[in-house]
């Protein structure tokens, strides 16, 4: 665990402001320290670094959660505005395994953002300095991507084909119902990578996604995993894939597939599960919807929850107990986790963790870190997986997860 010291007397405002022309991704003033979460145009960014709290294990959800309520009840905080993302914020992403380093807390030196039309800035300021107004800063030029190399990862193609086969035969044999496997992919280039690019290139190509970028893993997410405003907890759960292509109507195909279908009651089953004890009323949609994206199709349902008054959860608390969902678990969820470490034989980091953003109040926006990429210096680590149930077949699996990768790689090389 590692906490770098707060500066003394942190002061939080947040102030309206105008943002002629401009799209939160384009505020970003250079490639480090790149904090997002934008859908559709609206979200926050930040940059700057105010504090840093780093966790790892089976308790760094509740670390995590202790750290912001002690930085929280420290802040000097004036929010002119009131709206959901404006005050004291801090983004955050978690590693997906227990054993995973590098869960993140990042509380940002300024934010940015923007809900409905209003357009705000959060600034941080400390000691005895008056907080002062601060124009946004200057925009360095975001370098394009240039030449690529693509290399295996950790678990390459063909051993994610047999991992894929060896779960399928222990799901027959009875041992479990589904477990998520995912595989990597190596992206090298000749410079260092500005996660600018790749972020702008997936928000491009897949506004409807939350674009996400925090401590270097940058992606877009079509997966919300629990958002927190007051009482009301919110989900979309994705579970059952289908690519364009694959059948002469896709949403028939994949609303008439029992196997999608199994997959998405996993999921939707290991939420409400997890959900249920903390809310008085939990609504969940009797069939899923489609939610078609550029790239691939998937089964969708928006679960609601309000959360009991007598003893509300924060979002982490609230995240640390449905996580990891069946969608990038499995079910039953320990065996799957166990059967995921064995057959990946990877540390997936924070790929399939949770990611987003929290607020002051216990509340906030947290994503599945799907569709991403680990940025380090020159080298990009992109993930891809896929639900596998007992009557899932290898090779398809393996085109599903080539198809998953193609966001990043498309963001990555900037084709069109």
Not at 305 to 319: E, F, I, N, W, Y
């Amino acid at each position: 665990m590692t906490i770098a010291p707060l500066p003394a007397g942190l002061r939080v405002r947040t102030r309206a402001v105008d943002l002629p022309g401009k799209g939160l991704l384009d505020l970003l003033p250079d490639s480090s320290g790149v904090l997002s979460w934008v859908r559709e145009g609206d979200g926050i960014v930040g940059w700057g670094e105010v504090a840093r709290f780093e966790t790892e294990g089976p308790d760094r959800f509740a670390e995590a959660d202790g750290w912001w309520r002690r930085v929280v009840a420290g802040l000097d905080v004036h929010d002119e505005l009131g709206l959901p993302g404006t005050g004291a914020v801090a983004f955050t992403s978690i590693a997906f395994g227990d054993q995973s380093p590098g869960s993140v807390l990042v509380v940002p030196r300024v934010v940015v953002g923007q809900r409905d039309g209003q357009a705000w800035i959060t600034e941080f300021s400390s000691g005895d300095m008056p907080m002062q107004p601060r124009s946004l800063r200057a925009v360095t030029p975001v370098r394009p991507t240039g030449p690529l190399r693509y290399a295996d990862g950790y678990l390459p193609v063909d051993g994610y084909r047999r991992a894929v086969a060896e779960a399928v035969r222990r799901m027959r044999a009875g041992e479990l119902d589904k477990a998520a496997l995912a595989h990597d992919l190596l992206a090298v280039a000749d410079e260092p990578l500005d996660p600018r690019f790749l972020l702008a290139g997936l928000a491009r190509r897949y506004p409807t996604c939350w674009s996400f970028a925090v401590d270097g893993l940058v992606g877009a997410t079509p997966e919300l995993l629990l958002r927190r405003r007051g009482s009301v907890v919110e989900s979309r759960v994705l579970a059952g894939t289908i690519w364009p292509g694959e059948g002469a109507d896709p949403e028939t195909a994949l609303l008439d597939s029992g196997k999608d279908q199994r997959e998405h009651a996993y999921a939707i089953d290991s939420l409400t599960d997890a959900l249920r004890p903390f809310c008085t009323t939990l609504d969940v949609p009797e069939q899923p919807s489609i939610l078609a994206l550029r790239n691939v199709w998937h089964l969708a349902s928006d679960v609601r929850g309000t959360l009991d008054p007598a003893s509300p959860a924060s979002l982490l608390h609230l995240v640390e107990v449905v996580h990891p969902t069946a969608a990038v678990g499995g079910t039953p969820t320990k065996e799957a986790c166990t059967l995921i470490a064995e057959l990946e034989g990877m540390d997936r980091g924070r790929y399939a963790g949770p990611v987003g953003w929290l607020d002051a109040d216990g509340g906030g926006e947290l994503g599945i870190a799907l569709r991403c990429a680990q940025l380090d210096g020159r080298v990009a680590r992109l993930f891809a997986g896929c639900g596998i149930v007992a009557d899932s077949d290898p090779d398809s699996e393996v085109r599903e997860a080539a198809a998953k990768l193609v966001p990043v790689r498309d963001a990555l090389e900037g084709a069109e």
